[in-house]
């Protein structure tokens, strides 16, 4: 019994497979009868096997005249089975289904679902969104939830591959009777007999002919139809019809036919899918080419970029062709050069395909999320998903671990122990801003919390609040998650005992700077809440974090510099110096060649003048003519150093690259838009936009990606909703076009100003602004989340009045009827001739000091000593008119003030510290 048992289930096997493999789509499996006809057993014995089977869970029946016998084959199957399950493809795998798939693949399990017999759907889309794909998902997902046999049939048919024979294709839908036309000599079943049961789908719709379309009525309507040629005889087809077309439905389809398809589902072009996504497809199709090929291929960086980029007319069937291309040509490099692997490079590519690479610049923003530099792309036949080796964007690795790694590397290299010193103090600068250049606007606070302490996640919001204050600046969000991270790192090693390291760090950070004495203000925070000591290293590291006075690396701290070598004993020397004065820069150096100088030693004099006065960033060499263009690429293969040569240098492309070089390190960039600058103010007209001076202590800033002029609408468009003329608001508009000096003027207005809101299409992730897309004013109209900002800035009269009337309820001995007036007239003295940067929280602790300074004096009592009254009145002159803007107080009443009180009154004012 046991061998018999095998033979029949190794025959039902056998059989399944191979029906599978011809695409048959009607039932998989065989009746008792054919196996024992085809193993010459006697049917009895067949039937009795074939249930004890059916009981051991090995096969399964399926009902019907006569029983099949069939067999699951995704359990105990094959290699070639496993491929099988692993590229079928259902709605939980589809790239996108969970973004730009969400809402069809939502209609098409309702479709699918809908009772009794789900619904007729209609797929649109242009050519190559995956519209067939798309319809195999359908019907996987109707087998998956049972709607229909899990042997039902899926039929597809192409109605432009008899579009011009109208009667062929009914022919073919829906069967003919013999001498119906010319050739049909027997009665043959059409698609829609083939597919009862399952699934028919119609691709290209728009090519099925009206009368075509018409006699699809009675099926969708009753699911009746009649042959080609037969008046009399009637079938039933109990299938559901999914269509699809590139077409406008209006224009190609009867009006009659498509009200019978309720269900319409627009796949979106490629283009219309984030890039997410589309890397995503990128990876899974060189992953298919790698099993397709049995080897593994690596990708590099810029093939993912122009992949990303390129112009893909043809969706996702043009990439995935353009993707084979690629594959094909470098495998055929990897054969015929013998190469030791397989590498996919942009060259491998159609130009079509290269000219991505174009675009990069205007999408390295984005571009760089997904992608970047540090990444490897390999994709191995053996996996079934990529290998990606890449930093994780979110959570950047410690800073103290890139410094090690870093210093582990010097010493592998034999380099001293000085010379590891000297080399990690520059470097140190550069691993910072990569550091903290890694943190973007998507990592929440509540995601920071699991892995950071929520007491320094609080304190480091205080200490950047103070430090904007201090400091007048405001900070990029991507400080504030730095900082914690760091910070969390470096206590964890504080409490294990781990040295942090110190490498010339004072050559980076002064301790005499302001961000150093803010540091320490941080430190003693840190030191009170957690009972440790922190080391001076680590106050250094902390004030480099507040050296970061740039939002997206404006002020470079490792500045590209421009040397200028002309031939001449002074002329690069005033060009550079020319240059210099106008832009207010000290980053454009001058090399002189006296004409009467050998190429050989002018060649070392400027290796050596590069070398010396080089920042890390790059240099761009400016040169006139002759040997100087030669030496740039000379220089830079010996010393390692990046170099941009241009010729023709004048005194205007100078100050163009100087003055894009204090914005951008950059140097390939510098050079190509300085040239394209040049060029263009050598030609033009250049007129100045009007320029929105800020006359109001706060300032909702609007800003555009087109430039100022769309911002500037913008602004109109507020100022039309809201009333801003009794508020002490000013709106300025900024161009985005150039988000560095964006973000610079951003910097400046936030010095002696309040930034309330930023309204636009550029979020410039700046740390405690607010940001409002202007697609939210145009969804909502009474624009209520800038409102509610608006409202809570008070006037100054507003302002004054609710402190005044809360003063009056605590102290009684003043009468606030005369000591308003008296207090406001001394406010404005202060404002106008000491100091402008007056916010409220010195004015609120100003008057209630100068209240109880007035009570204490009326009263006789004493006054008490400022311990530092000799370097306050240091400050001679405000000193002096301090005294005479409080003259009317005293002789109203009849008071007088102490120096001593001059002193206490001065510190509040001038916010005097650390004296």
Same mark, same amino acid.
């Given at each position: ?6 033979? !029949?289930?190794?025959?039902?096997? %056998? ?26 057993? &006697? ?102 939830? +049972? ?41 043959? #079943?059409?698609?829609?007999?083939? +597919? ?33 040629? %037969? ?18 439905? %209006? ?59 390129? =112009? ?62 540090? !990444? ?31 210093? &582990? ?31 973007? &606007? ?113 002020? !470079? ?32 150096? +001058? ?82 838009? +300085? ?23 706060? !300032? ?46 951003? =910097? ?60 009056? =309820? ?59 009254? &000799? ?27 102490? #120096? ?16």
């Amino acid at each position: 019994m046991r061998k018999s048992e095998d033979i !029949i289930f190794k025959y039902l096997y %056998d059989k399944c497979k191979e029906q599978k493999r011809k695409g048959l789509t009607e039932v998989l499996g065989c009746s008792t009868k054919e196996i024992a006809d085809s193993l010459s057993l &006697q049917r009895t014995n067949v039937s009795s096997i074939l249930n004890m089977l059916c009981k051991q869970g090995k096969i399964f029946k399926i009902k019907g005249k006569p029983i099949i016998y069939s067999i699951n084959l995704y359990e105990g199957e094959h290699e070639d089975d496993k491929k099988f399950k692993r590229n079928s493809a259902n709605f939980n795998t589809l790239i996108g289904g969970n973004r730009s798939l969400k809402k069809c693949i939502e209609q098409a399990k309702a479709a699918i679902l809908y009772p009794p017999n789900g619904l007729h759907t209609l797929l649109l889309g242009p050519t190559g969104v995956g519209k067939t794909m798309f319809a195999e998902v359908m019907y996987k997902f109707a087998i998956e939830k +049972a709607v229909i046999p899990i042997n039902s049939p899926f039929v597809a048919f192409n109605c432009a591959d008899y579009a011009n024979n109208p009667q062929l294709i009914l022919a073919h839908l829906l069967g003919s009777k013999k001498g119906a036309f010319t050739g049909a000599n027997k009665d043959k #079943d059409g698609l829609v007999d083939k +597919a009862n049961g399952g699934i028919l789908f119609l691709d290209e719709i728009h090519r099925l002919p009206p009368e075509g379309q018409e006699m699809l009525f009675m099926l969708i309507d009753k699911g009746i139809y009649t042959p080609l040629g %037969d008046i009399e005889k009637k079938k039933i087809s109990k299938v559901r019809i999914i269509c699809a077309t590139t077409e406008n439905v %209006d224009s190609v389809l009867l009006s009659t036919f498509t009200r019978r398809i309720p269900i319409t589902i627009n796949i979106p072009m490629l283009k219309d899918r984030s890039l997410e996504e589309r890397f995503e497809l990128i990876c899974e199709f060189f992953r298919t080419e790698s099993e397709r090929i049995g080897r593994e291929i690596f990708v590099s960086t810029n093939t993912i970029r122009a992949l990303l980029l390129y =112009n893909c007319t043809g969706n996702i069937g043009q990439l995935k062709g353009d993707i084979q291309l690629g594959c094909a040509n470098a495998f055929l490099k990897y054969v015929s050069k013998g190469k030791k692997k397989i590498e996919v490079h942009s060259t491998d590519f159609l130009n079509n395909v290269r000219q991505g690479l174009l675009l990069y610049k205007q999408n390295s923003e984005v571009l760089d999320k997904i992608i970047n530099e540090d !990444i490897e792309l390999n994709f191995n036949s053996k996996i079934t998903k990529h290998k990606i080796k890449i930093n994780d964007k979110s959570l950047p690795n410690n800073f103290y671990e890139s410094i090690e790694k870093r210093i &582990q590397e010097l010493k592998e290299r034999g380099i001293e122990e000085n010379d590891i010193n000297f080399l990690m103090a520059f470097d140190i600068k550069k691993y910072f801003k990569k550091y903290v250049g890694e943190f973007e &606007q998507e990592v929440k606070k509540e995601e920071l919390s699991k892995i950071v302490d929520k007491r320094i996640i609080n304190i480091v919001e205080k200490f950047l609040d103070i430090a904007s204050k201090k400091m007048k600046k405001v900070f990029p969000v991507k400080i504030f998650y730095g900082l914690c991270l760091h910070i969390s790192s470096s206590i964890e090693r504080i409490i294990h005992n781990k040295n942090l390291i110190n490498h010339n760090l004072n050559e980076i950070v002064e301790k005499d700077r302001e961000e150093y004495k803010l540091a320490l203000i941080l430190v003693d925070k840190l030191e009170d809440e957690f009972n440790i000591k922190i080391p001076s290293e680590e106050i250094e590291f902390i004030a480099m974090f507040l050296c970061v006075d740039d939002l997206e690396g404006d002020r !470079i701290a490792y500045k590209p510099i421009i040397v200028v070598a002309m031939h001449g004993k002074s002329t690069a020397s005033s060009m550079a110096e020319v240059a210099n004065k106008l832009v207010g820069g000290d980053n454009v150096y +001058a090399y002189d060649m006296t004409l009467d100088k050998n190429p050989q030693t002018a060649y070392i004099e400027l290796k050596d003048f590069i070398i010396t006065n080089h920042q890390g960033s790059g240099v761009m060499l400016l040169v006139d003519m002759g040997s100087l263009g030669m030496f740039g690429e000379l220089i830079s293969e010996e010393t390692g150093i990046e170099i941009r040569v241009i010729d023709m240098v004048s005194t205007l492309l100078v100050i163009e690259c100087a003055r894009k070089a204090l914005t951008n390190n950059n140097i390939n960039i510098i050079c190509e838009e +300085a040239k394209q600058s040049v060029s263009f103010l050598n030609n033009y007209n250049i007129s100045l936009s009007e320029t929105y001076i800020p006359r109001k202590d706060n !300032i909702i800033i609007t800003n555009c990606i087109t430039g100022e002029g769309s911002a500037i609408k913008v602004k109109n468009m507020i100022e039309e909703k809201i009333n801003l003329a009794s508020k002490d608001i000013q709106i300025v508009p900024l161009s985005a076009s150039d988000r560095k000096e964006m973000y610079n003027t951003i =910097n400046i207005l936030s010095k002696n100003k309040k930034i309330i809101a930023v309204v636009g299409t550029v979020n410039p992730n700046v740390y405690g602004i607010p940001f409002i897309p202007v697609s939210e004013l145009f969804l909502d109209s009474n624009y209520t989340r800038l409102k509610d900002i608006v409202n809570r800035v008070k006037t100054l009269e507003n302002f004054y009045n609710e402190i005044f009337q809360s003063l009056g =309820n605590e102290i009684k001995e003043l009468s606030m009827s005369d000591f308003k007036p008296l207090c406001i007239n001394f406010l404005d003295n202060v404002r106008e001739n000491i100091t402008d940067n007056i916010d409220i929280y010195m004015v609120s602790g100003l008057i209630l000091h100068l209240a109880c300074a007035i009570i204490r004096l009326i009263n006789k009592e004493d006054t008490p000593k400022c311990i530092r009254k &000799q370097k306050v009145m240091s400050y001679s002159k405000e000193y002096n008119f301090l005294k005479e803007s409080l003259r009317p107080i005293e002789r109203f009443y009849n008071i007088k003030f102490s #120096d001593d009180e001059f002193c206490h009154i001065l510190i509040i004012i001038l916010n005097i510290v650390n004296i």
